[in-house]
């Protein structure tokens, strides 16, 4: 679900930048209607100094030409999958342009007059944001999946809801305009993020998925081809702190690590209870991060790097490994049984599988489509979309 979490909080970013335009506008009490004519005349001055610095309308321009972007696709998605194509408009993609500036903190044209060569970088992360935000959209296509009535329905209260929150109609156009967002730009988002939950639930969440394995099927799955395992780690920084060590080289940090870790399975190996005693070892540890994990690891292959993913599958269940050398450094893994643990947590792990197998689906799918180009977007540079 976590697609539909990223798509949700982008829409909740527009929204505010919708709203927070409402207390914007400057006002002007009685009092301040019965300024005296000094006060006029220096506003005039005021005027006729900024008048040339004022800020350019939002909008696309090239060679500080203006372009008309009523009908301009910026870009268009296809796929071997599709029927047909996703057309992204102009204001769309500036939104998503304008988002993520502000989210990395690069609205300062300085930035870009200092690092003009990273301005090709930023495009493509603005590009593959702009894509997987369009996966309801390609879905929907793939599948015939479609908005129903009561989807609808949602989407005209949220706008009704949006409109109320402003003191008057009017004030909330006034507050579109100076965000420089349409109100078709916002219905538009709010429908795509309708879309998405259907798609999610017709495909993989609703109560009788498209996709989605039955309970049985999903059940074997995770029997045959996860493990769930307790771990100590001492990685290779573990000493780094300790004053004994403040002067040593990387090599020798690493064969002090690798010499704890050694001492720590004889230990284990030692102990007439090893799977108490390495779930006591790694949540009094730092360096293994099972003090999230009261339950250990539960994974399957392509989750944990090479080294640790190939040691965990080959131990039988409550076998002990020796050390496990990884980027991460020394491992010492005992794997546990998972048929009981799948029918206790049966509710939570099946949520996990869902959204796991939802998210690698949708990779998938966007790995396989194709974006093409306006020509305008080839010219653009840090200074063409306001």
């Given at each position: 679900?976590?697609?539909?979490?990223?798509?949700?909080?982008?829409?909740?970013?527009?929204?505010?930048?919708?709203?927070?335009?409402?207390?914007?506008?400057?006002?002007?009490?009685?009092?301040?209607?019965?300024?005296?004519?000094?006060?006029?005349?220096?506003?005039?001055?005021?005027?006729?100094?900024?008048?040339?610095?004022?800020?350019?309308?939002?909008?696309?321009?090239?060679?500080?030409?203006?372009?008309?972007?009523?009908n301009l696709v910026m870009l268009t998605i296809t796929s071997d999958e599709m029927s047909g194509s996703i057309e992204v408009p102009f204001?769309?993609?500036?939104?998503?342009?304008?988002?993520?500036?502000?989210?990395?903190?690069?609205?300062?044209?300085?930035?870009?007059?200092?690092?003009?060569?990273?301005?090709?970088?930023?495009?493509?992360?603005?590009?593959?944001?702009?894509?997987?935000?369009?996966?309801?959209?390609i879905l929907a296509d793939m599948y015939g999946i479609e908005l129903t009535d009561e989807d609808y329905e949602n989407i005209d209260l949220i706008m009704e809801e949006e409109v109320a929150s402003f003191d008057s109609e009017e004030e909330f156009y006034e507050a579109l305009e100076a965000s420089g967002i349409t109100y078709d730009l916002l219905e538009r988002v709010v429908t795509q993020s309708m879309l998405c939950e259907r798609v999610y639930l017709e495909l993989y969440g609703g109560d009788d998925p498209l996709l989605l394995e039955s309970d049985e099927e999903i059940k074997e799955n995770l029997q045959e081809n996860y493990v769930r395992v307790y771990h100590a780690l001492v990685t290779y920084d573990h000493?780094?702190?300790?004053?004994?060590?403040?002067?040593?080289?990387?090599?020798?940090?690493?064969?002090?690590?690798?010499?704890?870790?050694?001492?720590?399975?004889a230990e284990l190996q030692a102990s007439d209870d090893v799977e108490t005693a390495v779930y006591e070892y790694a949540q009094d540890a730092d360096d293994s991060g099972?003090?999230?994990?009261?339950?250990?690891?539960?994974?399957?292959?392509?989750?944990?790097?090479?080294?640790?993913?190939?040691?965990?599958?080959?131990?039988?269940?409550?076998?002990?490994?020796?050390?496990?050398?990884?980027?991460?450094?020394y491992h010492i893994i005992y794997r546990l049984e998972t048929d009981n643990y799948i029918e206790e947590n049966w509710d939570d792990l099946l949520s996990d599988y869902i959204s796991l197998v939802f998210n690698d689906y949708v990779?998938?799918?966007?790995?396989?489509?194709?974006?093409?180009?306006?020509?305008?977007?080839?010219?653009?540079?840090?200074?063409?979309?306001?």
């Amino acid at each position: 679900m976590n697609r539909i979490l990223k798509l949700l909080a982008f829409i909740m970013a527009l929204v505010i930048a919708v709203s927070c335009f409402a207390s914007c506008g400057e006002t002007t009490t009685d009092g301040d209607n019965s300024s005296d004519s000094s006060t006029t005349d220096s506003t005039d001055d005021t005027e006729e100094e900024n008048s040339d610095s004022e800020t350019l309308a939002a909008g696309l321009y090239i060679d500080g030409e203006a372009i008309d972007t009523e009908n301009l696709v910026m870009l268009t998605i296809t796929s071997d999958e599709m029927s047909g194509s996703i057309e992204v408009p102009f204001d769309e993609y500036r939104y998503m342009y304008m988002y993520l500036l502000s989210y990395y903190g690069l609205t300062d044209d300085s930035y870009w007059e200092d690092n003009d060569e990273l301005f090709e970088t930023f495009l493509t992360i603005v590009d593959y944001y702009v894509e997987d935000n369009q996966w309801g959209a390609i879905l929907a296509d793939m599948y015939g999946i479609e908005l129903t009535d009561e989807d609808y329905e949602n989407i005209d209260l949220i706008m009704e809801e949006e409109v109320a929150s402003f003191d008057s109609e009017e004030e909330f156009y006034e507050a579109l305009e100076a965000s420089g967002i349409t109100y078709d730009l916002l219905e538009r988002v709010v429908t795509q993020s309708m879309l998405c939950e259907r798609v999610y639930l017709e495909l993989y969440g609703g109560d009788d998925p498209l996709l989605l394995e039955s309970d049985e099927e999903i059940k074997e799955n995770l029997q045959e081809n996860y493990v769930r395992v307790y771990h100590a780690l001492v990685t290779y920084d573990h000493f780094e702190d300790d004053d004994d060590y403040a002067d040593a080289t990387d090599e020798e940090l690493e064969a002090a690590a690798l010499a704890y870790a050694e001492e720590i399975l004889a230990e284990l190996q030692a102990s007439d209870d090893v799977e108490t005693a390495v779930y006591e070892y790694a949540q009094d540890a730092d360096d293994s991060g099972m003090v999230d994990n009261e339950a250990g690891y539960m994974f399957t292959y392509g989750d944990m790097v090479e080294e640790f993913e190939d040691a965990a599958f080959a131990l039988e269940v409550g076998e002990l490994s020796g050390i496990v050398e990884s980027t991460y450094g020394y491992h010492i893994i005992y794997r546990l049984e998972t048929d009981n643990y799948i029918e206790e947590n049966w509710d939570d792990l099946l949520s996990d599988y869902i959204s796991l197998v939802f998210n690698d689906y949708v990779d998938e799918v966007l790995e396989n489509c194709t974006m093409t180009y306006s020509e305008y977007h080839d010219m653009l540079s840090y200074d063409c979309i306001q």
